[in-house]
Structures are given as structure tokens and as C-alpha cells.
């Protein structure tokens, strides 16, 4: 089982910047997948960022359109932590952001998404 906790959530004005993390611990997990998805009030969980550490070391990072330019996905590189810098923040970004660890890559994400964190809030007011 892998346990994974968020950290970095607050409250922000538009235009401000925040930095997520997300601790992994417990089973040995390679860290060779891992997102970031956030929920709003009344709307389904989305897609945020998504993270590949290939076996040499190189990575791919794919992003969701509304957030590409704006947001940065990276790991430390012992694959326990991963970070989510959130720039030029908009109203529209107000969620519960949700760590997540898988398997596989396919289609620009894991291909299976197999350990969630309890979230972290980001609230961005106007």
C-alpha cells in the first residue's frame, strides 16, 4: 500500500502562485507515474498534470490545456516527493487537488491510477 499526502493548499488572489507537494510513503512504489487531478463543487474530477520518469531518467510531463504554461509538474529525485507549482493563479483553479500514483503510460497519463491522497483546497479569489 502506498500512502500519499498533499501539502501546499491555501488561499491566494488571483494572479498568485502556490506549490503543491505530495509525500509518498509505505510500499515500495517506483514513483514511475504520478498526477495531480482537482475536483471543484459540483464538478467531476479533472485531469491536472501527469508525470513519466522513464528508467534513464528522463521524464514527460503532459498537462491539461487550461493549465499549460502556468503550472509545473516535478519530482525530487528519489521519487518520494512531487511537486505541483501553480502560477498565475485564476479563480477558475478554486479545487481540491488530488495527488495520485499508477502504473504504466498511455495517452499522455498512467495507464491505470491505483493510490489517491485525501486532497489539498486551493481557493483563488478575484
Known amino acids: 500500500q502506498v500512502h500519499l499526502v498533499e501539502s501546499g493548499g491555501g488561499s491566494v488572489q488571483a494572479g498568485g502562485s502556490l506549490r503543491l507537494s505530495c509525500a509518498a510513503s509505505g510500499h515500495t512504489y517506483s514513483g514511475q507515474c504520478m498526477g495531480w487531478f482537482r475536483q471543484a463543487p459540483g464538478k467531476e474530477r479533472e485531469k491536472v498534470a501527469v508525470l513519466y520518469t522513464f528508467n534513464l531518467g528522463t521524464f514527460y510531463a503532459a498537462y491539461d490545456d487550461s493549465v499549460k504554461g502556468r503550472f509545473t509538474i516535478s519530482q525530487d529525485s528519489a521519487r518520494n516527493t512531487l511537486y505541483l507549482q501553480m502560477n498565475s493563479l485564476k479563480p477558475e483553479d478554486t479545487a481540491m487537488y488530488y495527488c495520485?500514483?499508477?502504473?504504466?503510460?498511455?495517452?499522455?497519463?498512467?495507464?491505470?491510477?491505483?493510490?489517491w491522497g485525501q486532497g489539498t483546497q486551493v481557493t483563488v479569489s478575484s
Open positions: 495520485t500514483a499508477g502504473v504504466g503510460w498511455a495517452a499522455n497519463e498512467c495507464s491505470a491510477y491505483n493510490y
